[in-house]
Each structure stands twice: as C-alpha cells, then as structure tokens.
C-alpha cells in the first residue's frame, strides 16, 4: 500500500513522515492553508532521502507557473489538480518527473490516459477533509491510483476495503486543525494504512 502524506510545512513533520515509511511527501504550492513557497518547499525536500517522492501540488496554474514553482523547489513529482487537459501534461513531460493526476470521480479513471504517471481519486473539493462514497469507485480505476478525500487513521482501513486502491493519500486527516499537522496522527495513519487488508 503506497501511502502519501501530503501538505506539510514542518520540519519536524516531514521527519516524522519519513520516519513512519511514508512513500510520497507533498508540498502545497497552490492556495490552501497548508501553502508553502517554492523556498520553503525546498528547505523541506531537502529533508526527505531519495527513496520517498516529493510533490507538488497545483490547482489551477498554467504549465509555466507549475514548472517554475517546480523547478524553484527541486520536486521530483507534480500533482495537478482539477480538470486540467491533456495538454496540460504534455506541456510538463519533458521535465522528467512523475506526474499525477488529481481528479473527482466524475473524472476519466484511467491512469495514464493523460500521459500521467500516477492517478488521485479525490472528494469534489480537495484538501477539505470531506469524506464521500468511497466504494462508489471500486474496480474503475486502472493502473496505479490512489484514494484521497476525507481519510483518516480511523477510517483510512476501511476506505481501502470499500475501494481496493494501489494507495492512499492524506492532508487534513493528520492534522489537528487547518494546515497544522500532527506527528502523532501521521505515524497513526500510515500505520494503519499499512495494516489493512
Ligand atoms: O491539501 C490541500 O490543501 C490541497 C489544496 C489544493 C489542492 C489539493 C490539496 N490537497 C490534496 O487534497 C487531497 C487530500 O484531501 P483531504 O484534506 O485529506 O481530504 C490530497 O489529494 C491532497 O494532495
């Protein structure tokens, strides 16, 4: 089970994630209270070893301003979010790094049908912790996608026995309020993202 943990703007936060074995860090560089300059984003990549993927994640920004962002920051993976086109991701291939694509369930399920490397299956408004019909999407998907939307250590078991993702991703559901993250419920969540069956 590849499991992310996504919005961090701690230090020690992105320790302890890494500590935890989480597989996928990310970086929001869109509007969001969990926001962090290209700077900051790199001062926190440099943390993370060369085994688990850092992201960035966009929602709405044209080509040239995610590529700035990215390069600016040294990711190694860039999350769009929303309906973007294929065109989009076109624009970004030639950067060399993993690209994700983060839809709604309304969305075309198949990873890799925009050129993409990795597929997001999120609520309709993503980072807002709202948990929705998770089982509604079992079995649609194809390739490697991962479960996102309202998860949370209690509740991140069951999700992945109503869907059967390749993985799962997470902000507000380690976090004791907006964009302030949690060491504890972060070690809780992929623990128990990795227990389930
Ligand atoms: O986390 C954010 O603030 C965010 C903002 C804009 C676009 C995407 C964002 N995060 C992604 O949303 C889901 C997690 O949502 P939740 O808070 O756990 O319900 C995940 O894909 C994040 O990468």
């Known amino acids: 089970m590849h499991v ?3 919005g961090l703007s701690e230090p020690g936060h992105v ?10 860090i990310g970086f929001v560089l869109t509007r969001s209270p969990r ?4 700077e900051r984003a790199a001062e926190l990549a440099a943390l993370v070893p060369g085994h688990v993927l850092t992201v960035g994640v966009f929602r709405g920004e044209d080509p ?5 962002a990215t390069l600016a920051a040294g990711l190694r993976a860039v999350q769009l979010h929303g309906h973007h ?3 989009d991701f076109t624009a970004l291939k030639d950067l060399g790094l993993s690209l994700v694509r983060a839809v709604d369930a309304e969305a075309d399920l198949r990873c890799g049908a925009y050129d993409e490397d990795l597929l997001i299956v999120d609520a309709p408004r993503p980072g807002s912790g709202e948990p929705w019909d998770w089982a509604a999407v079992r079995g649609r998907p194809s390739g490697r996608w991962l479960l996102a939307g309202g998860l949370d250590p209690a ?3 069951t999700a992945i026995e109503a869907a059967r993702p390749w993985g ?4 507000s559901g380690v976090e004791v309020a907006p964009g302030v993250k949690d060491a504890g419920l972060i070690r809780d969540f992929v623990a128990a993202a990795r227990g389930a069956r």
């Open 4 to 6: 992310k943990i996504c």
């Open 15 to 24: 320790e302890t994630a890494v500590e935890a074995g989480a597989d996928a």
């Open 35 to 38: 926001q962090v300059t290209p």
């Open 64 to 68: 040239a301003q995610v590529r700035a």
């Open 85 to 87: 086109p294929h065109a």
């Open 155 to 157: 509740n991140v078991a």
């Open 168 to 171: 799962v991703d997470v902000s």
